[in-house]
Structures are given as C-alpha cells and as structure tokens.
C-alpha cells in the first residue's frame, strides 16, 4: 500500500449505506493513507433518508463524528420513487446494518447537498478520489450541473458486471441496475472511471473465521462489525451458497482508490443498456469500440489474498480500539 510517509488520498464515499458500505466506512477509517472529507448519500441497500442516519450512525461508532455527511438523490433519474426491493431488505436486514441496533446520531446531514458537495471538492482537491458503491445518480446529476466535471473528478466505482452474470438477473448488476441512465451517462459522457464490479468483488469473500476474530476483540464496534456481517453472511448462504462467505463488493472499490495494484484491468469504452430484455447490463459501447481513448478500466483480477488480509489489518486496528 502507499508509504506512510506519502500524503493521504481525499475520498469521498457515495454510500447506500447497508452492510457492505459500513465495512466501505470502517476501511477508509482504518486506512493511514486515506482522509475520509465526507459521505455523499444515496438510495439502494435502503432509502436516502436511512443511508444519512447509517452513515452519520456508524461514523459516530468509529470516532469520526467530524466527517460529514450530505444528502443524496432520492430516486433513478426516470422514476418518481424509490422502494427497497424483497431482496435488499433480505440481504442487508429492515435497518441495512443486519437489524442490528446502533444509537441515532444527534448530528445531521450538512445543509449543502450531496451533488453540490461533489462539485466544490472536485474543484478545491486535487488529489480527490469519488468512490460510488450504490447507484451512480448523484454523480450523474453533478455531471449534468456542472460538465466541466468530467475533466476534474477521479472515479473508482462499485458496479456492473462485465465477464460475469449480474446479481439481479443473468444481465444486471445491483448498483447499475438501480439507474441505468445514470450510469449510462456516466460511462458515455468522458468521464474516466475504475469499475470494481462482481467480476472482483465475489472473488473476495469474508467467512465467519474472520468475523470471530472480531468478535473476540469484545469492542462495541468490532461486536458490531461481528453480528453485522454474520447476518450478511448468513444472507449469502441463501443466494448464494457455492460462494462460502460474503463478497466485499464496498471495501474493494475503497482499497482500490487507495492502491490500485490490487486489481488487474482492462481498458474499454462502456455503456449500460436502458432497454428490455437487457435493461442493466453493462457492456462495450460498440459505437466507441475502435476509439483510441478508453474512458474506463474495468477491474477483471483482483489479490484477493492481499486485500483480505490488508482489510483485516485495517478494519481490525479500528474497531479494536473502539
């Protein structure tokens, strides 16, 4: 990872702040090279209003009340709403943290939206990494802002599902699927982006051996980290019970803005496809295939070996003191 004496990278992490965004949080904490500057918050995993108070909720439980939180989009660009799906409820529990409790933070989110947010960082840092790990609709609304953007921002999401199958259905990734204009804009408009999806993520599995290593810490938030991603686990044992663990789809794409070694790419234009059967399905934008400037890396090998025991080292430093 980088050295100690490097400078830290400014993140933000735009969240849907269920149990894998909360272990995306515990990392960038845990991470000497990291400078966590704010959560920019949006819906999926739970609605935007439960992400804020997960957020504000699990950084007040790592001791780090002084990052601050902004409110994200509500819904996909061509919706009016937005409802938890069955599944999501299943996976990340009724509250998104495993229905386990935590105290509501007395703080709340910043007067200052989540897009606006972005905006004035992206121009203010320059060493800012954007890492989106739900839906990409507050980047695509920032995009439509202020397009200058594109020169300025430094992406690393979570999302799609390019030489695999996707988790919502044998096309569609969960994050894409959530917006897909948005994150058809997002991969068309010249933005540059490393695109951590299921390709790596499911290679890169917690079991519950690493869980009783928490647990045994006896800390309030290693408890927490514990009984959460058992839940998560035990989730996976339903949908997806060949895999033997949880996939660390957030914390992959955080450890990635940090050290990029960790993934191996390739480089391509995409696009997301918006209409049936295929809605969802990210893809090689034929239209740029034989374009010189590929605006995207999409992550196909990852050091899952190297990442599980860097997230177990940074993690665990945290929440053993918490």
């Not at 995993?45 to 992400?51: A, F, K, L």
């Amino acid at each position: 990872m980088n050295s100690p004496s490097t400078a830290p990278t400014s993140l933000i992490l735009d969240l849907d702040t269920g149990i894998d965004d909360a272990l995306a949080i515990a990392y960038a904490l845990g991470s000497a090279d990291a400078r966590l500057i704010g959560i920019t918050t949006t819906y999926g995993n739970v609605r935007t209003d439960q992400s804020v108070a997960n957020s504000l909720a699990v950084l007040d439980l790592l001791g780090a009340s002084d990052v601050p939180v902004f409110r994200g989009l509500t819904h996909a660009r061509a919706s009016d709403a937005f409802e938890v799906s069955e599944i999501s409820a299943f996976i990340h529990g009724r509250n998104g943290l495993g229905n386990v409790d935590l105290p509501a933070s007395k703080r709340t989110a910043s007067e200052q939206s989540a897009v606006d947010f972005i905006i004035e960082a992206s121009k203010n840092i320059d060493d800012l990494v954007y890492v989106p790990t739900g839906p990409l609709t507050n980047v695509a609304a920032a995009i439509d802002k202020d397009p200058s953007i594109v020169d300025r921002l430094t992406v690393v999401l979570m999302g799609g599902a390019v030489s695999v199958a996707g988790n919502v259905n044998a096309y569609a990734e969960a994050n894409i699927s959530q917006d897909p204009e948005a994150a058809d804009l997002v991969f068309r408009c010249g933005l540059h982006t490393t695109v951590i999806g299921l390709d790596v993520t499911l290679q890169t599995l917690l079991t519950r051996h690493e869980t009783q290593q928490w647990r045994d810490m006896g800390t309030r938030a290693s408890t927490f980290c514990a009984e959460m991603t058992d839940y998560y686990i035990t989730a996976y044992d339903t949908t997806a019970p060949d895999l033997g663990g949880c996939g660390l789809h957030d914390p992959l794409a955080v450890a990635v803005a940090l050290d990029p070694s960790l993934v191996g790419t390739h480089a391509m234009n995409l696009r997301v496809d918006c209409d049936e059967p295929t809605r969802g399905r990210t893809i090689g934008d034929p239209s740029r295939l034989n374009s010189p400037v590929k605006t995207a890396k999409v992550a196909l090998t990852v050091d899952a070996d190297r990442f599980l025991a860097e997230f177990m080292n940074r993690v665990g430093s945290l929440v053993a003191s918490r």
